[in-house]
T-cell receptor, first 111, second 113 residues
């Protein structure tokens, strides 16, 4: 089992550009979560899906952020347009009844 | 409101000593807690969990204690090793909200050889 796979591992982009982060959950896990981690705010839940359906997006900071899960094996988090304050590590996690597994994260830097 | 927080942001211990990391929570309805370890450049990794119908749970070198009276959670690491150096988070699993995790701020554990 390869675990939760996120890409890219690192992303550096200019302010105003569109950024797309990708996640492949563990096969068989029915829930998927997107978290953001910063020094100031710690780990924050942005959005989560259950059986590919968005359940709670109350953590999404602004309309610039959007997330999709077109099928059980893929999800994206998009930021358009990106801003320097979006710089953070973004984690994807998937879960089953047996627990959570986190990916290694995408470190986003917006300059 | 709901919040999960840690008492100490940093903890430095000598190799071989026991470590205790503390966590307070405010939602008395919380019924499931998890401790995670996060090493540099990696995602949080599950260590141990505990349900509210338990006071104590033991794993390999780790013990979690739950005091529901004062809404306090602790993680004890026995015979701390350099490989234990990491940031430790407690998290509240909100089953009544779809199983999402609410994390505390984290404690950085540094093990001196």
């Amino acid at each position: 089992d390869a675990g939760v796979i996120q890409s890219p591992r690192h992303e550096v982009t200019e302010m105003g550009q569109e950024v797309t982060l990708r996640c492949k959950p563990i096969s068989g896990h029915n829930s998927l979560f997107w978290y953001r981690q910063t020094m100031m705010r710690g780990l924050e839940l942005l959005i989560y899906f259950n059986n590919n359906v968005p359940i709670d997006d109350s953590g999404m900071p602004e309309d610039r952020f959007s997330a999709k899960m077109p099928n059980a094996s893929f999800s994206t988090l998009k930021i358009q347009p990106s801003e320097p304050r979006d710089s953070a590590v973004y984690f994807c996690a998937s879960s089953s009844q047996y627990g959570y597994t986190f990916g290694s994260g995408t470190r986003l830097t917006v300059v | 409101g709901e919040s999960v927080g840690l008492h100490l942001p940093t903890l430095s211990v000598q190799e071989g000593d026991n470590s205790i990391i503390n966590c307070a929570y405010s939602n008395s309805a919380s019924d499931y807690f998890i401790w995670y370890k996060q090493e540099s450049g990696k995602g949080p990794q599950f260590i141990i969990d505990i349900r509210s119908n338990m006071d104590k749970r033991q794993g390999q070198r780790v013990t979690v204690l739950l005091n529901k009276t004062v809404k306090h959670l602790s993680l004890q690491i026995a015979a701390t090793q350099p490989g234990d150096s990491a940031v430790y988070f407690c998290a509240e699993n909100l089953y009544n909200q779809g199983g999402k995790l609410i994390f505390g701020q984290g404690t950085e554990l540094s093990v001196k050889p």
